[in-house]
Every structure is written in structure tokens, then in C-alpha cells.
């Protein structure tokens, strides 16, 4: 049966990449989450999108430029009634421990070429004995191949969003197990062809439902969704399939 991924937590409706949006994905029953990861001044793993703090956030500035003090003390739930910092990476994990949710931590090193990105989180998926339900995905494809070499035990998945000609192929070839394309970039025999050489399948973002319903037909490995909810009742049509 296709997983399905919040995709920055349950953030159809719920700030994205916050606490709160990772709890209430995990209340839909949802198979795991993705989020973003960027590094702060002092080098800690903090959980957001973009590389400014600007458009999710009270404040203004590059991440990179702020302390984790600092850019704790920003809120990160602009839209809602509760102040709520950016998350750690590590407070993540921490909640990781009370579930069995999958977590694709999406590596954001393509605009900041964050040194030393990779060990900092393979180390900490390592201490808490995570190496089975993380996936770790990027659009920088040197930093899955660097991963991958640091830690061959943990999945890695590149992201691509145009038509890379035999994506299983490729991804064979960077020992990647999985392939995170756009979901328009994944077409019936791409996801067909991939799965059947056995490399993963996870397409984003998938909001709509007759793609969610092209992509359950497929019996394609997952997807990734900003509405988890709305995803597990189109599911539940094909589970009661015989
Ligand atoms: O991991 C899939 C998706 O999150 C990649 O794009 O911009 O939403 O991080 P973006
Ligand atoms: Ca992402």
C-alpha cells in the first residue's frame, strides 16, 4: 500500500515544519513526515525551509547568521494563536522516540553549501539509533553521494523535478534506494519501471486527488503531501480492495 508523507508536517493546515505540524500528522496516521534542514551560525540543525528566516517566520535574516539562541527566540507559527519556535533536528528525534513514523529530512544545501551538513545529521541519526526510519533526500545530488558514503546503512533519494531519462538508473548508480521526483515528472512508466528495478518511488507535492488516486492505482511506494489527512481517505477506497 502507498505510504503517505506530511509533507513540512501536516502544513495544509498547520504551520509548516513546526511541532505542532509534525504532531497533527501524526494524528491523521500517516506513515512518516518530510521536513527541511538548514544549519544555524553555531552549527545546529535547525528545521526550516528556506534559507531566510523571512517568510515563515517573525523575524528577518539568514538562518546562517543567526545563533540556535537566537533563532529559537523567533515564532514560527506567524498564522497561529501560540508562539512556537523553529524546531532542533534533535527535538525531532526526541519526539521520534514516542512513534514509529518514517522521517525524510530533505538536506537543504543547494543555495548554502552548509559545511559539514551531512556528518552533523548522520551523526545524530546514529545516537538515536534512527537509521531505518529516516530518508535522507536532496536536490543536491553530491550531497546524497557524500551521505550515502558517510553512512551506506541510511537511505538516500535524490530530488529532481524535469525528466531525468531512466531515473533508476541513475539512482542505482549513486546507490540511492529511493527517487523523490516532482510529481508531474513521474510518470505511470517511470514509477512502473523504478519500482520494478527496485528503487522507491516518492513523488511531491500531491495535493490533488486525482493524483493521489493515479498514484494509489500504482501501488507506487509513496508520496509526499501537505494534506496527509485527505490522502489516508482516498487510501482507505484502496484498502478495502480485494
Ligand atoms: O521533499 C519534497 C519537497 O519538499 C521538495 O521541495 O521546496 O517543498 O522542499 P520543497
Ligand atoms: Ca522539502
Known amino acids: 500500500m502507498t505510504q503517505v508523507f506530511a509533507h513540512r508536517g501536516y502544513s495544509a493546515v498547520f504551520s509548516e515544519n513546526t ?48 545563533t540556535f539562541k537566537e533563532v529559537r527566540n ?10 512556537e519556535p523553529i524546531p532542533s533536528l534533535i ?18 544545501n543547494t543555495i548554502i553549501p552548509y ?27 553530491y550531497s546524497i553521494v557524500y551521505s550515502y558514503r558517510h553512512a551506506p546503512e ?6 529532481y523535478s524535469e525528466g531525468l531519462y531512466m531515473p ?20 505511470d512508466e517511470i514509477i512502473r519501471q523504478a519500482m520494478e528495478n ?11 486527488d486525482n493524483d493521489m488516486h493515479r498514484l494509489f492505482n500504482m501501488n507506487c511506494t509513496a508520496f509526499i503531501t501537505d494534506d496527509p489527512l485527505k490522502a489516508l481517505r482516498i487510501r482507505k477506497q484502496y484498502e478495502k480492495r480485494p
Open 19 to 66: 511541532m505542532t505540524a509534525f504532531l497533527e500528522a501524526e494524528k491523521t496516521g500517516c506513515d512518516g513526515i518530510e521536513l527541511d534542514v538548514q544549519l544555524t551560525k553555531d552549527g545546529e540543525v535547525v528545521v526550516i525551509h528556506d534559507e531566510k528566516v523571512d517568510r515563515t517566520t517573525s523575524g528577518t535574516g539568514w538562518v546562517k547568521d543567526f
Open 74 to 83: 523567533l515564532n514560527a507559527n506567524k498564522s497561529g494563536m501560540k508562539k
Open 91 to 108: 527535538e525531532v528525534f526526541e519526539w521520534m522516540k514516542t512513534n514509529k513514523l518514517i522521517c525524510n529530512i530533505e538536506l537543504k
Open 115 to 141: 559545511e559539514g551538513m551531512e556528518e552533523k545529521v548522520i551523526e545524530m541519526i546514529r545516537k538515536y539509533g534512527l537509521s531505518n526510519r529516516i530518508i535522507i533526500s536532496s536536490f543536491n545530488h
Open 154 to 159: 541510511i537511505e538516500t533519494a535524490p530530488l
Open 168 to 187: 533508476w538508473v541513475y539512482a542505482q548508480s549513486i546507490r540511492a534506494a529511493g527517487i523523490h521526483p516532482k510529481h508531474l515528472a513521474a510518470t
Open 198 to 208: 527496485g528503487i522507491a518511488v516518492r513523488p511531491y507535492t500531491v495535493n490533488k
